[in-house]
């Protein structure tokens, strides 16, 4: 499994911006989906994750009614629209496939990483 995540950039506080994690294989629409971000200096933590189906989704407290996480499952896509966002929220965001059945905030619990795509927001 590769997955391949884009959409980073600088912005300007209060600005929108949509990542995307394309992945590869044949068992995508089987396995929950996460984001998860580092800033400098600190560990990585969860951001989002979504069930396989897209049915179940869940945020980090620190996120939760700016981001939204969401799937394509015929394009072996995920994706993470982030809006009203704040020089906190700066970091390399990657994307993760997780377990099939669960959807883990667990970063432990997930497989495979993407690369990681650089967001900067500048205040």
């Known amino acids: 499994v590769q997955l391949q995540a884009s959409g980073g950039g600088l912005v300007q506080a209060g600005d929108s911006l949509r990542l995307s994690c394309a992945a590869s294989?044949?068992?995508?629409?089987?396995?929950?989906m996460g984001w998860f971000r580092q800033a400098p200096g600190k560990e990585r933590e969860f951001v989002a994750a979504?069930?396989?189906?897209?049915?179940?989704?869940y945020y980090s407290d620190s996120v939760k009614d700016r981001f939204t996480i969401s799937r394509d499952n015929a394009k072996n896509t995920v994706y993470l629209q982030m809006n009203s966002l704040k020089s906190e929220d700066t970091a390399v965001y990657y994307c993760?496939?997780?377990?099939?059945?669960?959807?883990?905030?667990?970063?432990?619990?997930?497989?495979?990483w993407g690369q990681g795509t650089l967001v900067t927001v500048s205040s």
């Open positions: 294989g044949r068992t995508f629409s089987i396995h929950a």
């Open positions: 979504i069930s396989y189906s897209g049915s179940s989704t």
């Open positions: 993760a496939q997780g377990p099939w059945g669960r959807v883990p905030a667990n970063s432990r619990e997930y497989d495979y």
